[in-house]
């Protein structure tokens, strides 16, 4: 059951509470008609429409003061085709019931993120991703969408049928269309190992990106002032590997026990006395333990988030990332104030999609995040200009303050992506702030 998509007082709000507006209007439409015509009428009659999946990007992407429109009655896999591995869902489907309905065809989503909260049009529209330098993100899946256009037609967009709208929509921002349909490129099932573990910070500073080209999916956590990090490594194993899943007891003492309700405690208490943070964050990396468990592939790759956080995620070219991460570190190191969320690093496949982040080269990503009771303000703006300064690019659901003039300088293909939004969305019924900022100085719209 869906939480509701408006307070009391009519106001929507995101996970991260760092947006928030008041819709003119929300609505829930039961099929894709009643959708379509919602549409139409706010294209004849000039008014503004925004989709929202599970309200999980921290920047204003989904926020609205026109038509929110949710699509939880629009969920579920259309097709399955077990030999290509092609599976086809509505565009509202969240990511959480996606392993399950595959399961019974013997498929699985290659890669997934952290957490599985999200749709599935959401995840592709900010260009969600998790950790693999031979796995992109959700995005470098998508094989063709069906998409109701601003007027309330319906179009396909695939490779070979409307392929500049395929191109621009695989990471399309809520810009372009509402996403009824997605088919993406699953896999075989497969098992995950996972070996949890610290590891001496200069050590795995030296080795992150040679240890990503040799293990399948590597990424890790550093604490403030931290000499060690939480590295994560997860082996693929065929799908009939034994299970060797975290125990009840792990689940309850290490992931809700100490990542979520610890961590809480730890950050309550990093923010009344700053004084104890860099002991609390060497606390905190002794408290992630070292362990080793095997489970189906989704069940490792996600894991819950309870402690709310603001986050700043930037892609920057593999090959520089051990520079500029130690100029992150320099920075972090030298705020004023007490940080008690760690620093997270992944790395993902070079894709062919126009504007997502690992666009064209093979990418690290490196995410900065604070506490929700705290001003990320200050830190996020004490690293954002290194990150930039490195060609840097956003993640598109995550904080920055980059404009259009910018984003273009680090996408090659950012002018093609606003001719396909001006075509599709000339009036700019998907439009909203935070479009405008991204977006703005698209031909015919400055
Ligand atoms: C705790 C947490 C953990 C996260 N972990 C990761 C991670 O590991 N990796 C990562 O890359 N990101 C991560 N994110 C970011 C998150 O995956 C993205 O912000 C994602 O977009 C959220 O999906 P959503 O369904 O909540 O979309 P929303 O935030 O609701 O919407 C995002 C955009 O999608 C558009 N949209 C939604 N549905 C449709 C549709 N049907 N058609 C067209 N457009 C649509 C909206 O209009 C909006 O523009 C995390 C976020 C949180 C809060």
Redesign the pocket.
């Known amino acids: 059951m869906s939480a509701p998509l408006v307070d009391r007082r009519g106001r929507w709000s ?3 509470h760092s947006a928030s507006s008041t819709p003119a209007a929300v609505a829930v439409p039961a099929s894709e008609d009643e959708l379509c015509s919602l549409l139409a009428a706010a294209h004849r009659e000039g008014r503004r429409v ?9 920047t204003d ?2 926020a609205t003061n026109g038509t929110l429109v949710s ?1 939880d009655k629009l969920q579920g896999l259309t097709s399955v085709d077990p030999v290509s591995g092609l599976v086809s869902m509505l ?2 489907t969240r990511v959480w019931t996606i392993s399950d309905a595959l399961e019974p065809y013997g498929l699985a989503l290659p890669n997934m ?3 599985d ?3 599935i ?3 592709l ?6 950790t693999g330098l031979a796995y992109t ?1 959700y995005s470098g899946i998508a094989r063709g969408f069906r998409l109701a256009l601003a007027d309330g037609s319906v179009v396909t967009a695939t490779a070979q049928e409307n392929p500049e709208l395929f191109q621009a929509a695989r990471v ?9 349909e997605v088919t993406l490129a699953c896999v075989p099932s497969f098992m995950v190992r996972a070996d949890e573990h610290p590891l001496p910070l200069r050590d795995m500073l030296g080795s992150f990106v040679e240890l990503c080209r040799s293990e399948d999916h590597v990424e890790f956590y550093w604490f403030q002032h931290a000499q060690q990090v939480a590295a994560k490594v997860n082996t693929r194993l065929p799908a009939d590997a034994e299970r060797a899943p975290l125990s009840r007891r792990q689940i309850l003492f290490d992931d809700e026990l100490l990542s979520n309700g610890g961590h809480r405690a730890l950050c309550e208490l990093g923010r009344v006395a700053p004084g104890s943070v860099p002991a609390l964050n060497r606390f905190a990396t002794k408290a992630l333990a070292s362990r080793v468990y095997t489970d189906r592939s989704d069940k490792i790759f996600v894991s819950p ?1 309870r402690t709310r ?1 603001r ?1 700043l ?1 930037y892609a920057v070219p593999l090959q520089d990332f051990e520079a500029v991460f130690a100029e992150v570190m320099a920075a972090v190191n030298g705020f004023d104030a007490g940080i008690t969320f760690p620093l997270e690093v992944r790395a993902a496949a070079a894709d062919d999609t126009w504007i997502g982040t690992a666009s064209g080269r093979e990418s690290a990503y490196i995410a900065l995040h604070r506490f929700v009771k705290e001003d990320h303000v200050p830190y996020f703006a004490a690293v954002e200009p290194i990150l930039k300064a490195a060609a840097g690019r956003p ?4 904080l920055h303050t980059r404009t259009a003039e910018e984003l273009r300088s680090v996408y090659p293909r950012f002018d093609d992506f606003l001719a396909v939004r001006d075509r599709v969305d000339p009036t700019g019924v ?1 439009a909203n702030t935070y479009l405008d900022r991204v977006l703005r100085d698209a031909p015919g719209r400055a």
């Open positions: 995101n996970w991260g925004k989709v929202v999946g599970g309200s999980h990007s921290f992407i989904a699509l565009g509202g993120g952290d957490i909260r999200q749709s049009a959401g995840a529209s900010t260009g969600t991703h998790g993100g399309g921002l809520g810009a372009l269309g509402v996403i009824l988030r956080f986050e995620e993640h598109w659901g995550k998907f």
